[in-house]
């Protein structure tokens, strides 16, 4: 019985890290297509004056301001707040295995956001800034480190977390919070509609591989 437990074990461990690859996989192979379309590209491709025209056929100023504070969520500066604040968290608890992660999740991706910039060039959605915003516009950073970011503190805030309502309703909060966060983007005119894609493909990614990371280290069942 217990040899079967442990096979069993096994293969839903390969069966989720298989899984986990393919997705990686799928996704890398629509990002670098993406990126093709969109390499030094001035304007919007596929879909994206569409929807930025109807986004901002009547813009609110509510909604302006409401966009802004769901930005700011996405910023530099509230990403150092709240990462001093779960590390303090982290160190009372002795819970130090999410520290790193946590860190990477956040410089890593700000790094390697900022290599995909200077290598696509895409010029921002000029004549749809509602804010000021400088530097390139391909992949959003905002989408890419939000997803990352939270979407590992959430990992680690439940880890080991028995599966339940309580599990569900914060891992739908977190995607709804990051897609917010992207939207915010697009409404605030700073970002194509394709660029917050291209962010959302390569959060996933990199957090599939940061959550890869934390189960082959610590071998959490």
């Not at 802004?68 to 009372?92: D, E, P, R």
């Not at 290598?119 to 921002?124: E, F, I, M, N």
């Not at 800034?129 to 939000?146: C, K, N, R, T, W």
């Amino acid at each position: 019985m217990i040899i079967a437990k442990y096979i069993l074990m096994g293969c839903m461990v390969m069966r989720k890290n298989l899984l986990r690859i393919i997705v990686c996989i799928v996704l890398l192979a629509l990002f670098i297509e993406l990126g093709y379309l969109v390499k030094n590209y001035e304007t919007g491709i596929l879909f994206d004056e569409y929807i930025m025209r109807r986004v901002h056929r009547n813009v609110n100023q509510t909604l302006v301001s409401i966009m802004k504070f769901f930005s700011f969520l996405g910023s530099t500066q509230f990403y150092i707040v709240i990462s001093l604040i779960v590390i303090i968290y982290f160190v009372k608890k002795k819970n130090y295995i999410g520290i790193v992660p946590l860190i990477f999740s956040n410089l890593g991706t700000y790094g390697a956001n900022e290599l995909l910039k200077h290598y696509y060039l895409r010029t921002r959605p000029l004549k749809y800034f509602l804010i000021e915003q400088g530097g390139y516009s391909f992949p959003s950073g905002h989408a890419m480190v939000s997803f990352t970011f939270y979407s590992t503190l959430t990992y680690l805030l439940l880890w080991n977390k028995p599966k339940g309502t309580k599990k569900t309703i914060a891992w739908i909060g977190n995607f709804v919070l990051v897609g917010l966060i992207g939207f915010s983007r697009i409404y605030l005119g700073v970002h194509w509609p394709t660029d917050i894609i291209g962010g959302y493909m390569a959060g996933i990614i990199i957090f599939l591989m940061i959550s890869f990371g934390m189960e082959t280290v610590y071998k959490n069942d």
